[in-house]
Nanobody, 129 residues
Framework: HVQLVESGGGSAQAGGSLRLSCTASGSDNNRACTAWFRQVPGKEREAVANIYSGTQLVDYADSVKGRFTISEGSLKNTVDLQMKNLNFDDSAMYYC???????????????????????WGQGTQVTVS
């Protein structure tokens, strides 16, 4: 059973940067996508970035393209989300998730179907002021 733990959330000023990390523990022998989602109260959880394990195959939501970068971290079993040029709309609870790769095409895309999510982390809050 895989557990996901997010870290790095907090407060930033508009125009500033934050870096989130997602660390996976436990075993999952199947290759997976790791996606970052975010959610604000009253709205659906939306994926903002997705990466296929062991590759540089990534995808982003239009709202974060050019500002957010998802990458596999320097520590084993981590996936980072570097967020730059933050704006007020980026304030949300951020979650990482393991996602079943799609077959026949790009394996890890945005948006992500929630039925394809295997595991969720507990979330980390990002507040931009």
């Amino acid at each position: 059973h895989v557990q996901l733990v997010e870290s790095g959330g907090g407060s930033a000023q508009a125009g500033g940067s934050l870096r989130l990390s997602c660390t996976a523990s436990g075993s999952d022998n199947n290759r997976a996508c790791t996606a970052w989602f975010r959610q604000v109260p009253g709205k659906e959880r939306e994926a903002v970035a997705n990466i296929y394990s062991g590759t540089q195959l990534v995808d982003y939501a239009d709202s974060v393209k050019g500002r957010f970068t998802i990458s596999e971290g320097s520590l084993k079993n981590t996936v980072d989300l570097q967020m730059k040029n933050l704006n007020f709309d980026d304030s949300a609870m951020y979650y990482c998730a393991l996602v079943q790769p799609l077959l026949g095409g790009r394996p890890c895309v945005v948006p992500v179907r929630q039925d394809d999510v295997r595991n969720w982390g507990q979330g980390t809050q990002v507040t931009v002021s």
